[in-house]
């Protein structure tokens, strides 16, 4: 009777201890098993050229190398005009990271891309019929952008991970001001410094 009870505790242990032990190899894969619908991190971003605050979710997939998220921006109102909102989609590539000890990890290096629609009246994709024809060779509401940057995080056991990252970037419309007008702008002047934190859940 000693024996068999001794057996039962002992199954019970083993069934409150493996279960953590399996979920700490696992976890590397968690975000493969979310449902494509489930974010996986979320994100608050400062400047950037897709606001002056920022915040929204995205999802990572293959540990960490690859993010896409979905923001949305605002840029208050100045001098009585209305304040500004801007959706922005963003893919990041991370191609290395380093473990650093004691938790701690540095990507120092990413590439990714943005397309961002601003909103509001005073935005359009499409030239307005109150402007004549090829009036403006470009639209004001429709940006494409590229950047690279940057990370240094840690790892908890929830939630996941926290990053705090940079990125140094430019649009399309800013690039095409600089090429257009070389010797009045530098390439500094029309890049963009954005500074954020991402948490994985």
């Not at 109102?77 to 004691?102: K, R, S």
């Not at 940057?150 to 649009?171: C, H, I, K, M, Q």
Request: glycine letters at 10%; a negative charge; charged letters at 15%.
């Amino acid at each position: 009777m000693r024996g068999a009870l001794l057996l039962a505790i002992l199954a019970v242990a083993s069934s409150a201890t493996v279960p953590h032990a399996c979920r700490a190899e696992e976890e590397p894969d968690r975000e493969e098993s979310l449902p494509f619908y489930v974010p996986s991190q979320a994100k608050l971003q400062f400047a950037g050229n897709v606001g002056l605050l920022s915040a929204g979710g995205g999802w990572s997939w293959w540990h960490r190398t690859v993010d896409l998220d979905l923001m949305f921006g605002w840029v208050p109102p100045m001098q009585g005009d209305d304040p500004i909102y801007i959706g922005t989609l963003e893919a990041t590539v991370w191609p290395v990271e380093l473990q650093l000890g004691d938790g701690w990890n540095l990507r120092p290096v990413s590439v990714g891309g943005t397309l961002s629609l601003t909103f509001g009246d005073d935005y359009w994709v499409f030239l307005p019929d109150r402007y004549p024809s090829k009036y403006y060779w470009f639209n004001t509401a429709l940006r494409i952008g590229a950047f690279v940057g940057g990370s240094v995080g840690r790892a908890f056991p929830a939630p996941r991970n926290v990053d705090f990252y940079w990125e140094l970037g430019v649009t399309d419309l800013e690039l095409w001001i600089f090429l257009e007008n070389p010797r009045q702008i530098t390439f500094w002047d029309v890049l963009h410094l954005a500074l954020g934190v991402a948490v994985a859940f």
